[in-house]
């Protein structure tokens, strides 16, 4: 990469495109980890004060993962802002503070000390598959049981968006905290969750391939219910499976379970689950049968 800026807070160093002012900062607490390789256009900070850690997402800097306008990132995180408030819940993130810098926009949440299972800057695949420290690797460890507690979590939390009438777009492991200490589940980015009717007026929307239906690539289609059943069918896989490998022999819950998550990313829109909270059900049903909890 050319002109890359190395920069730095409170020791720790972090890079952009070009120098950007981050003294706001200090206002909110002693900075101690800096995530700068996202492809939103946001860099994002954790920061404590007082022992109370909080996370910061902010816009407006040239990232080295974004190609776009800073203006755009910060148009969008702006808009995101009705997002956390509408979609609150107990698995999503919790937006305490947003506010204009000069140059930019921040957000402020409630620090989870939970870890990204796509975390791609330390863990690039084939890592993330393959190397023990991995989240992704050690979350795919985990014991049946609580991997399918955190899909629960995950599923319950669609319902909800769903019950409020809107469509998640660019839910990915990417967007899945978890606290191995704990054993719990958070959600961490809705920041491009529409309101219905949304119709894909990109072509490509944003998102990661690897849980995106066909709709989701298709200029004019209309991005509904059953977009988000694939989606979440696709999360299941990814969690309890081979990823885009949809094959049995890669799955690891029972062949109850995976008839629901397969019907979930049929192809034709028409032979998924009508609704969410249908596949939700299924889902329930499925687990009700599951040897463990029988």
């Not at 720790?12 to 002012?21: A, G, N, T, V, Y």
């Not at 981050?22 to 022992?51: P, T």
């Not at 979609?87 to 999503?92: D, G, S, T």
């Not at 298709?218 to 988000?228: F, H, Q, S, V, Y």
């Amino acid at each position: 990469m050319n002109n890359i800026q190395k920069m730095t807070l409170d020791g720790i160093s972090f890079r952009l495109k070009e120098k950007h002012d981050f003294e706001w900062l200090a206002m909110l607490g002693k900075v101690f980890c800096i995530f700068d390789e996202q492809d939103s256009g946001n860099i994002c900070f954790g920061v404590e004060r007082h022992g109370v850690k909080k996370f910061v997402k902010y816009a407006g800097a040239k990232t080295i993962g974004y190609s776009g306008k800073p203006k755009d990132a910060v148009a969008r995180l702006k808009q995101s802002i009705s997002l956390y408030k509408e979609l609150k819940h107990r698995y999503v993130v919790k937006l305490i503070d947003h506010f204009q810098v000069s140059e930019g926009y921040a957000l402020v949440f409630e620090w989870f000390n939970g870890e990204c299972l796509h975390s791609h800057w330390s863990f690039p695949p084939p890592e993330k598959y393959t190397h023990p420290d991995s989240p992704y690797f050690r979350f795919k460890q985990l014991p049946i049981e609580l991997r399918l507690a955190s899909l629960n979590c995950i599923f319950e939390f669609h319902v909800h968006v769903e019950k409020r009438h809107f469509v998640a777009i660019d839910f990915y492991d990417g967007s899945i905290l978890y606290d191995f200490n704990n054993n719990r589940t958070m959600i961490c980015d809705i920041d491009l969750y529409k309101s219905k009717p949304y119709i894909n007026t990109m072509g490509r929307l944003w998102g990661s391939s690897r849980f995106m239906s066909p709709e989701e690539f298709e200029l004019g289609a209309k991005i509904d219910e059953r977009t988000n059943v694939f989606n979440l069918g696709a999360i299941a896989f990814g969690l309890l499976g081979g990823e885009l490998d949809r094959s049995i022999k890669k799955w690891d819950a029972s062949s109850e379970l995976y008839e629901v998550a397969l019907k979930a990313v049929e192809k034709d829109k028409e032979k998924r689950y009508e609704t969410v909270e249908a596949f939700f059900t299924a889902w329930e049903v499925a687990v009700k049968k599951y040897p463990y909890f029988s």
